[in-house]
């Protein structure tokens, strides 16, 4: 078997020591490896007992069997660890370099257990571990560590953290190559807890492909695919992904000043078009990628990475602020300081709204861009008003005792696609195993962009078996790793097959979509663990009572229940959302159905 | 009751596939999956003529009311449904392709289209009829890993997210057929155009 | 009225029709953009394939995509029109 490199690390922190031991070949080929396989070992060394910011909580990096390859966009890895915002499983993937370069030390797994005394550093080259005091560094921010410890693209990568993480940010992101993010559900601050500064990683171990000769059909058959799409040739690196702004608002399906609206009359000058035209400075990409969807934009005070769509909706539309360059400033110094920019544009935005409404005493106003920068900062250092954004929009709104203002499932922010004008991502979001998130597969294909076919974004009969066939495979290619957005230009079966090529194990198309149900149901029973039930399954009552007054989606509200039963069924989950032993059985998940019903 | 835009689809796809001359009269079927339930066409309903009351509605893991009026191909599409991550089938008589089928184990195709989307398209044999577990199984694990299939001498079956994707799989596969057939007639050197084609039988 | 959006491969779609909304008399979402690419000839090669609309190229009718290119349209609807779209 070739493309794991059969390998864990395990990194102790209290005693400073480490120990490598081989991978178990069963589970890595059941659950293939990043997403999926960070679920699993999670599942057996973190239990409901487990506080996310404790010693107890481990990290646990990962790449794929693809990962470091060549093959199109198998530069990620993933971090899994229980959320320290939600209390679920969490797990975020990253791409850039660090990904590849981590592969190439040698190992598929590196868990981080335990808490050091003071600061340190890690440095993985290839087999060699080095423990490095990091008292100087604390308080340093993302790109200064990255640049202080070598960072240099090919050869050498730097993973940190900022004062976010330092400063145990339940929305804080881990930071790789400087501007890359595993953003959501706040990793940093499990980071952070651990007084784990940065891990830099070094390799010279390429990974080795089984079938020479299939694999390198397969990238060229990709290639081909990647250029012959206009999405992935054109829209994405022409436009970049802030494109969507002008669609979602002309459908009215932007959520816009903490979802109170659904259209924002400041789009367009926000949107893709405004942003390539003033201030784009020229297309990035990760390595192996041919597609190159990031996008460098530079104002007069900064010039960096991004900003995205969901970054540019979070701190635009959502708290009401059509000020381009004040957003991408914000947004450069998220990452900066290391937070998840989704969740400090929404948690501001529920500040707002606290605000302006009478529940809370500041002076944060929507439509203020001279507040964001202002509140991001306090944010990540727990100053005045940031102290009670920190920790995310429903800690904060909980405590001003509106916890209904806070726009989020299972505790964590929504991107910028308001539910109630999209049946299907409404479903997406409430049944999400890291909560209101669009990563775990996202319903705007289908919905909006008729990908591969439109489907009517108000039908809610049928909806659940699109919105499982896209949880599952987003989970089987999270556990490659690759980049979504290859999937834009290429079907689910070239990955299949050249998974099969690089292992040397057959996987069908169906096999793997089956691993990203496997996935799926795993994580599902961990949060069963952790005592989420059906009742965690939900949104916001305002997506559920409260339709916007005007605009397309006028009149409609997320007909949530009648999908989430559907849902279950066609999961084949009880009526509790928890997977039936059949279910599990048929997964292979047999041996952990005992441990679901405990 | 089944939405009418469901039955709109369903219509105008069974309509197009015997104006294409891809079905006999009472021949080849349609379904979706839809959570946990199956439309299918009714028993001895026609594909080029449906009404409303030709599609059934029925359980997917198990019988219920409406089986007994659903279309003896149930079994093979319910066992795709559970056996793939398809989420619409379509199963019709491409002339050519079954033409083709009878003497190949594979087809591979020389059109630029079909090459691009299919690669290559298997032939699979089971010589018990439509509605026998054995041929059931065996098509639905051919799909697993084809988004179409051909089942020798008979017809193809192909998956897609929405009804439109399986039927524009079945409708590039008759025309590679067609242009393989052309390309015979014609008979003269074939002149490669595509980088490493050899390896599309081994897809 | 037709809205073109999107900073268009070239040439702009919105620079060539030098103006954020037209408006345009046409029966169907077909018949409208035929129009418009009638008035606009520079706009084919962004707009058409083959004389027809271009894949993963979006058009709204109030807000509401459609793939229908008989869709009927009134003088109070409005047809927005996208450049191939993606990212998520
Ligand atoms: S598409 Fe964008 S995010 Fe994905 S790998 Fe390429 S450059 Fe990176």
């Not at chain 1, 999926?36 to 790449?63: C, H, K, M, Q, Y």
């Not at chain 1, 993010?181 to 500064?197: D, F, H, I, Q, Y």
């Not at chain 1, 999961?571 to 952990?592: H, I, M, Q, S, Y």
């Amino acid at each position: 078997m070739n493309g794991w490199n059969g390998k864990i690390l395990e990194i102790d922190l209290a005693t400073l020591t480490h120990k490598s031991y081989p991978l178990d070949m069963e589970m890595a080929k059941q659950f293939i490896g990043g997403r999926g396989l960070g679920a699993r070992l999670l599942w057996d060394l973190v239990g409901p007992e487990v506080e996310p910011l404790s010693p107890e909580n481990v990290l646990i990096f990962t790449n794929g069997p693809l990962t470091g390859t060549g093959y199109q966009t198998s530069n990620r890895f993933s971090v899994t660890t229980k959320s320290p915002l939600t209390g679920t499983v969490l797990d975020a993937n990253s791409g850039g370099y660090w990904g590849m370069q981590f592969k190439k030390t040698g190992y598929d797994v590196l868990i981080v257990r335990g808490k050091a005394q003071k600061p340190v550093w890690i440095e993985v080259k290839n087999g060699e571990v080095a423990f490095h005091d990091a008292s100087a560094l604390w308080g340093m921010r993302v790109f200064a560590v990255t640049e202080k410890l070598g960072q240099d693209n090919n050869k050498r990568n730097v993973l940190c953290i900022g004062p976010a993480g330092e400063n145990l940010s339940r929305i804080a992101a881990i930071m790789n190559d400087r501007e890359r993010a595993a953003a959501r559900g706040g990793p940093g601050a499990v980071m952070g807890s651990k007084n784990l500064k940065a891990i830099v990683v070094e390799g010279s171990t390429r990974p080795e492909v089984m079938d020479k000769e299939r694999y390198k059909f397969l990238m060229y058959e990709t290639k081909k695919l990647l250029a012959a799409s206009p999405l992935t040739s054109q829209a994405l690196p022409e436009f970049g992904t802030v494109v969507l702004m002008n669609i979602m608002n002309n459908i009215g399906a932007l959520a816009t000043r903490n979802h109170q609206q659904t259209q924002f009359e400041g789009a367009e000058a926000i949107s893709g078009e405004e942003l390539t035209e003033k201030y784009l400075v020229k297309n990035q990409a990760c390595w192996a990628c041919p597609i190159g969807c990031t996008r460098i934009s530079k104002t007069e005070k900064v010039e960096g990475e991004g900003p995205e769509f969901e970054s540019t909706w979070a701190f635009g539309a959502q708290c009401g602020i059509d000020d381009l360059p004040a957003i991408i400033e914000v947004n450069a110094l998220c990452n900066d300081l290391g937070l998840d920019t989704i969740s400090a544009g929404s948690t501001i935005a529920c500040a707002m709204e606290l605000s302006e409404k009478g529940y809370l005493d500041s002076d944060l106003r929507f439509g203020r861009a001279d507040q964001l920068a202002l509140a991001v900062e306090a944010m990540a250092y727990r100053r005045d008003i940031g102290a009670e954004l920190a920790d995310g929009s429903l800690r904060l709104a909980t405590k001003y005792g509106h916890p209904e203002l806070s726009m989020t499932s299972k505790g964590l922010e929504f991107p910028a696609y308001d539910p109630r004008g999209l049946q299907g991502q409404g479903l997406l979001y409430a049944t999400s195993n890291r909560g209101g998130c669009h990563m775990r597969g996202n319903m705007i294909g289908l919905e909006v962009l008729g990908l591969p076919k439109l489907i009517d974004r108000f039908q809610v009969q049928g909806k659940s078996s699109f919105v499982i066939l896209n949880q599952n495979s987003n989970a089987a290619i999270d556990s490659l790793v690759l980049c979504k957005f290859t999937n834009m230009g290429v079907a689910d079966e070239y990955f299949a097959r050249v998974l099969s090529a690089v292992t040397g194990v057959e996987y069908a198309t169906g096999d793997m979509i089956k691993t990203g149900e496997r996935v799926w149901n795993l994580e599902r029973l961990y949060n069963n663990r952790e005592g989420f039930t059906a009742q965690n399954d939900t949104l916001p009552p305002r997506l559920l009572t409260e339709a916007p007054t005007d605009g397309p989606s006028k009149g409609w509200v997320s007909k949530l229940e009648p999908m989430l039963k559907e849902y279950y069924r066609t999961r084949g989950w009880d009526e509790n959302g928890v997977p039936t032993p059949k279910k599990l059985a048929e997964l292979g998940l047999a041996e952990l159905a005992e441990a679901s019903y405990r | 009751m089944i939405d009418p835009r469901i039955y709109e689809t369903f219509r105008e796809i069974g309509e197009d596939l015997y104006a294409a001359d891809m079905i006999s009269s009472h021949g080849g079927n349609l379904s979706i999956r839809l959570g946990d339930r199956v439309i299918i066409k009714r028993r001895g309903a026609m594909l080029g003529r449906l009404k409303p009351h030709d599609l059934i509605e029925t359980r997917l893991d198990k019988n219920d009311s409406g089986v007994v009026l659903a279309s003896t191909e149930l079994l093979v599409h319910r066992a795709i449904y559970l056996n793939t991550p398809a989420l619409a089938v379509c199963h019709c008589h491409p002339r050519t392709a079954v033409a083709f089928s009878l003497s190949r184990d594979e087809i591979v195709p020389i059109d630029n289209e079909a090459s691009y989307l299919l690669k290559k398209i298997p032939v699979v044999t089971e010589e018990f009829a439509s509605g026998t577990p054995q041929m059931a199984n065996k098509v639905a694990e051919a799909v697993k890993n084809y988004k179409i299939i051909m089942l020798r001498g008979h017809g193809s079956f192909a998956t897609g997210q929405t009804l439109d994707e399986a039927f524009m799989w079945s409708t590039i596969l008759e025309e590679a057929c067609q242009i393989i057939l052309a390309a015979k007639t014609i008979n003269e050197p074939f002149k490669e155009y595509r980088a490493m084609s050899e390896a599309y039988s081994k897809f | 009225m037709v809205r073109p959006y999107g900073r268009w491969i070239m040439p702009n779609l919105r620079k060539v029709a030098g103006t954020k909304e037209v408006a345009i008399t046409g029966a169907s979402v077909g018949a409208v953009v035929t129009e418009l690419v009638k008035r606009y000839p520079a706009l084919a090669a962004n707009l058409l394939l083959d004389g027809q609309i271009r894949p993963h190229v979006i058009i709204t009718v109030n807000g509401h995509s459609t793939d229908d290119v008989d869709a009927p349209v009134t003088e109070f609807d409005v047809v927005s029109i996208f450049p191939p779209l993606a990212g998520g």
